[in-house]
């Protein structure tokens, strides 16, 4: 009978997602190295993973170390389809899931002994099902906390599943890199690496307090209790998302402003009617931009009451975009999203606004999103995306 110290988390990930669903699909691209997204790579398969291919890399830079690659576009719906799929299967599993994104969950399977067996038959029926019943590959770490599951899932990549046990938890974690630990990015690693510092164990040897002056109080205590396995964090369920948001990747090609307007426009369009459906509302707007050296920047501006109108969003996303004019001629610009945050329901009480006033924008966004749920998405459109490829019915990037 397990206890509660047992590992019962399972962090599953669905693996290469976009390429997978796209290999699913199409029996030509099996077994090839594809390429999902052309300016900008935003998703490739294991086979072109091995030739060095890596998401955020520009098109032409893929194609050059792997020419023989399939370039195939986006296709959002059926990624959202096959995602809508595997999360079925996960709740079929336990109702305890907590989605992390498009494509990967954890699941606290504590519970299901006495009818579903140990842990790590639960996580071998789920990765076939998930491939019996959606098509796809999925790779499933089971430990004793939040973070070790997840850290096994990567270790066990692709299409594979690692148990750790607690008598082996310090044991399988602390060889890893440091760059296992969640919030280590580059920078951070180079902090670390600048003293010597390369896997978990060297991380844990050292106490807290050398950490914290090493890489600031915050992030100093959270590795420390990382390199440790200490995560006390549950399997929540039911959590309402924090943000809505899309981003678009825009190659290399340079872009003026105009047309950069009409990307935010789009995106905004989506984000806003996305918010709209889910009956919340915003307080603050959130530009995302990533330049030509990889860098990225962000820029929000918080609202003096929530909202769900599309002109008040755009009108605030356009004054971040020209603010942010000067950074993009200097740097070149690759990738622009816009995110809503501080979400609340839109029934939930709110501060009126005097005057008290019929609201046209909101009569407006009400009949536009009625027109696009009858007729589709591109069936109305903004003038200034006629004839663009940043239209609604290209396919944007999930938040």
Same mark, same amino acid.
Not at 10 to 20: I, P, Q, R, T, V
Not at 94 to 97: A, D, I, K, M, Y
Not at 217 to 223: E, F, I, T
């Given at each position: 009978m397990p206890v509660a110290d047992d590992a019962t988390i399972?962090?599953?990930?669905?693996?290469?997602?976009?390429?997978?669903v796209e290999q699913r699909d199409d029996p030509r691209l099996r077994g090839r190295p594809v390429i999902v997204g052309g300016g900008v790579v935003l998703a490739a398969s294991y086979e072109a993973k091995a030739m060095g291919v890596r998401t955020a890399m520009s098109g032409r830079q893929a194609l050059r170390i792997c020419p023989h690659a399939a370039v195939v576009d986006p296709r959002m719906s059926a990624y959202s389809v096959a995602s809508k799929a595997v999360f079925e299967v996960f709740r079929d599993t336990?109702?305890?899931?907590e989605g992390l994104s498009i494509?990967?969950?954890?699941?606290?399977?504590?519970?299901?002994?006495?009818?579903?067996?140990?842990?790590?038959?639960?996580?071998?029926? @789920?990765? &076939?099902? *998930?491939? +019996?019943? #959606?098509?796809?590959?999925?790779?499933?770490?089971?430990?004793?906390?939040?973070?070790?599951?997840?850290?096994a899932s990567a270790v066990a990549k692709p299409d594979g599943l690692l148990v750790v046990p607690p008598d082996g938890e310090l044991a399988f974690l602390h060889p890893l890199p440091v760059e296992r630990l969640w919030g280590v990015g580059p920078v951070t690693a180079g902090k670390l690496h600048r003293h010597g510092i390369r896997t978990v164990e060297q991380v844990a040897e050292l106490d807290e307090q050398g950490l914290t002056a090493m890489l600031g109080?915050?992030?100093?205590?959270?590795?420390h209790a990382l390199a440790h396995n200490r995560d006390p964090r549950p399997v929540r369920t039911g959590r309402r998302r924090r943000s809505i948001g899309a981003q678009r990747a825009l190659g290399r090609r340079?872009?003026?402003?105009?047309? @950069?307007? &009409?990307? *935010?426009? +789009?995106? #905004?369009?989506r984000v806003a009617r996305r918010l709209r459906t889910a009956d919340r509302v915003c307080r603050t707007v959130v530009l995302r931009l990533r330049f030509d050296d990889y860098t990225r920047a962000t820029r929000s501006r918080s609202l003096p009451l929530a909202t769900a109108e599309t002109e008040t969003i755009l009108l605030t996303a356009r004054r971040l975009?020209?603010?942010?004019?000067?950074a993009i001629g200097l740097r070149g610009l690759t990738l622009v999203g816009v995110a809503l945050g501080n979400l609340t329901d839109a029934a939930a009480p709110a501060q009126l606004e005097l005057p008290f006033e019929a609201n046209p924008s909101g009569s407006l966004d009400a009949a536009l999103d009625d027109l696009r749920d009858r007729f589709g998405a591109s069936s109305v459109t903004r003038a200034?995306?006629?004839?663009?490829?940043?239209r609604p019915s290209v396919p944007l990037l999930p938040d």
């Open positions: 399972l962090h599953a990930d669905l693996d290469a997602f976009y390429a997978s336990t109702p305890l899931v494509d990967e969950a954890f699941l606290d399977v504590g519970g299901l002994w006495r009818i579903a067996g140990t842990p790590a038959d639960i996580a071998r029926r @789920l990765r &076939a099902d *998930v491939l +019996a019943e #959606v098509g796809l590959p999925i790779t499933v770490g089971v430990a004793r906390t939040k973070f070790l599951a997840k850290v109080s915050a992030s100093g205590r959270h590795l340079s872009r003026s402003p105009g047309e @950069l307007e &009409a990307v *935010v426009a +789009a995106l #905004v369009d975009l020209g603010a942010a004019m000067p200034t995306l006629l004839g663009s490829r940043d």
